[in-house]
């Protein structure tokens, strides 16, 4: 039995990369996609392989529409089939309020956390509709796109919540093909997109005040995410699934 071909963006560290390890061992071959972590990303692969897996590694910054593309060209040329996405790369900035935030910090965020998504997306669903056979996305949404995230990044937590209404929009659009589309919206959970935006100790200091009063982990998320992208999740589609320890 062929193995199912899952492409997940941002797979060089964290939530991606603990994805990409646990569905290796669940059976999927995998495109790997990252941006400059090239030897975080030689890591996973080497731990995907060890279980059985096929892995492509894909360097492609998801705010180049070109590098998308070429991104799928060489999956086309790679395995010749798609199953899955887990559309998960994705940025957060140094904390300000609106007042502080200029056009370039905004049109960074958008491009990555909300362009990208959509047209990542987008070549991936052509791909399931030709090949027939249906596919499931998964979407990187946050907690934030709930509570707003005032004071520190409001344009990340409305990059997500533009994400949730993609779910759900795209989820209609292409239920029909037997295409299944939810998102997750992890909490506070111990990766280094903290440190990126200058807050190393974040989930150290909130994971505190977290209602089951600790951080998650990369590998929690993974095991949301494992479970939408699987026949077990056969009936479940535009939803999005909170990971946050009641957050
Ligand atoms: P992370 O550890 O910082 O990893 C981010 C990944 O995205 C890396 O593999 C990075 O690649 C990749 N990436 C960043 N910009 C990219 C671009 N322009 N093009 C292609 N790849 C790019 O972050 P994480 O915590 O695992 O977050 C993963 C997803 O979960 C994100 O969408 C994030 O918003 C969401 N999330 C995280 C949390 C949390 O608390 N950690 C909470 C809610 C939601 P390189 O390292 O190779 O450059």
Redesign the pocket.
């Known amino acids: 039995m062929t193995r199912p071909v899952l492409l997940i963006?941002?797979?060089?560290?964290?939530?991606?990369?603990?994805t990409a390890r646990l569905a290796a061992a669940r059976g999927y071959d995998l495109a790997l996609?990252?941006?400059?972590?090239?030897d975080?990303?030689e890591a996973v692969a080497i731990a995907c392989r060890a279980q059985g897996a096929r892995v492509l590694l894909l360097?492609?910054?998801?705010?180049?529409p070109d590098?998308i593309d070429e991104m799928f060209d060489r999956i086309d040329t790679g395995f010749g089939q798609l199953d899955a996405l887990v559309n998960?790369?994705?940025?957060?900035d140094v904390a300000s309020t609106v007042t502080r935030m200029d056009h370039a910090r905004l049109r960074r965020m958008f491009?990555?956390?909300v362009i990208?998504a959509f047209l990542v997306a987008k070549q991936a669903v052509l791909r399931m509709q030709r090949q027939g056979d249906g596919g499931v996305i998964v979407n990187?949404?946050?907690?934030?796109a709930r509570l707003g995230s005032a004071n520190l990044f409001v344009d990340?937590a409305a990059s997500?919540s533009a994400i949730d209404t993609f779910t759900k929009g795209l989820s209609d659009e292409v239920a029909g093909d037997g295409i299944r589309v939810n998102a997750v919206?992890?909490?506070?959970?111990?990766?280094?997109?903290?440190a990126?935006a200058g807050q190393p100790d974040?989930?150290g200091q909130l994971g505190p005040l977290v209602p089951m009063g600790r951080?998650?982990s990369?590998e929690e998320?993974a095991e949301a995410i494992l479970f939408l992208l699987s026949d077990r999740a056969s009936y479940i589609t535009g939803t999005t699934l909170d990971v946050t320890g009641g957050r």
Do not use: C, F, M, Q
């Open positions: 963006t941002g797979a060089s560290a964290g939530i991606g990369a603990a996609g990252y941006l400059s972590d090239r975080g990303a360097r492609a910054d998801v705010s180049d590098e998960n790369a994705g940025v957060v491009d990555i956390n990208g990187l949404s946050s907690a934030a990340y997500k919206r992890p909490g506070i959970i111990e990766t280094e997109i903290h990126k974040r989930a951080s998650g990369a998320v």
